[in-house]
């Protein structure tokens, strides 16, 4: 039985050992026996150079478009695409943690955070303005198509020496 240190210790050499690049060598003997090799090839041989491996796997793209079930008057389920960019769970935990907004962000996410607005303008050409009213900031978001396009946040009444925003 090897002792664990020295197993632990010769993990270690193997894990951190440098790795060698050094040409392959494809070498055929008399007998027509092909063995691969670092070293040259004293007979017939040549360099050999593996072809790169092909996969079926695809790269994801994080340029999607989100995409909503709408319901029309016939009871059917449409999808259709939203003008908003694709934003992963993890930016957008990480916005709603740091109080921070993107532009592009889905109308559905502003809601998650504040829930229903006090008010909502319409001015046409799918544009929208929410606002938020609460004791201590008004909120303003602009959205073009159910997509943020600006926003604005005020303090209400004096300003916190403690609190700063």
Known sequence: MINPIIH?????????????????YKCIDTNGQITF???ACIQSGDTFKPKP???????ISFT??????KKTGSNKNIKMKSACPFFTSTELR??????????GMASTEIKKRYGKPNQITSSG?????????????????SFSNGCLTSWK???VGKKSKIYTD
């Open 8 to 24: 632990s210790l010769l993990l270690i050499a193997v894990v951190i050992s440098p790795v060698s690049i050094a040409d392959l």
């Open 153 to 155: 946040k005020k303090a």
């Open 53 to 59: 491996i092909m996969t079926n796997y695809k790269s």
């Open 64 to 69: 999607q478009k989100r995409v909503s079930t």
């Open 37 to 39: 090799t670092d070293q």
């Open 125 to 141: 050409n799918n544009k929208e303005k929410w606002e938020y009213k609460d004791k201590r900031f008004n909120r303003a978001f």
């Open 94 to 103: 990480n916005l709603r943690v740091k109080q921070e907004y993107k532009k």
